[in-house]
């Protein structure tokens, strides 16, 4: 659970140190409320929520306005045979990178825990604090968006 906890406070503040202290901040937090452990739901959604809003509060209290998703470490699981590939699949992340971080703050979240975390519908609404409708709502948004940029963006040139 921990490089989970470790991996939704990483894609917010970017910074490695940062999402390692959010994280030790959520474990001893969780730690001291053991003896309520049998009346949470799921610990789990617990730990995420709450990392995700300790890994938020340190990026506003940092004043951090303009931040990217990083994709550069997925690089390494495109086929680079050549150098000609190995630079379309950076540009092709560059892309992807762009319009991730143009969508709305929820459908990021979403999107992020459906698909890096492998979290269902019913665990992302409740770590967002949203129903599962808005769950699929969101994703489906994103990914229609993502979508629609790529396409353009192929299409005409960015």
């Known amino acids: 659970m921990k490089n989970l906890l470790l991996g939704v406070a990483w894609r917010i503040t970017q910074n490695r140190m ?7 901040d959520v474990m001893l937090k969780i730690w001291d409320m053991r003896n309520e452990w049998d009346n ?23 004043n951090f306005h303009a931040r990217q998703t990083d994709l550069s ?5 495109t086929d680079n045979s050549n150098p000609h590939q ?7 992340l560059s892309i ?12 990021q979240q979403a999107l992020q ?7 269902t519908y019913q665990e ?21 968006k993502i979508r629609e940029e790529i396409k353009h963006i192929n299409s005409y040139g960015i």
């Open 73 to 77: 470490g997925l690089a390494h699981y």
């Open 86 to 92: 190995r630079t379309e699949s950076h540009e092709q």
């Open 40 to 62: 949470m739901k799921s610990i789990e959604a617990y730990c995420m929520t709450m990392t995700k809003n300790k890994a938020l509060d340190k990026l506003k209290n940092k």
């Open 124 to 144: 992302i609404a409740e770590i967002l604090h949203i129903t599962e409708e808005q769950v699929k709502v969101s994703l489906f948004r994103a990914r229609q």
């Open 113 to 119: 825990l459906r698909e890096f975390e492998e979290k």
């Open 96 to 107: 992807l990178q762009q319009v991730l971080t143009s969508l709305p703050e929820k459908q």
């Open 18 to 24: 940062e999402a390692e202290d959010v994280v030790q």
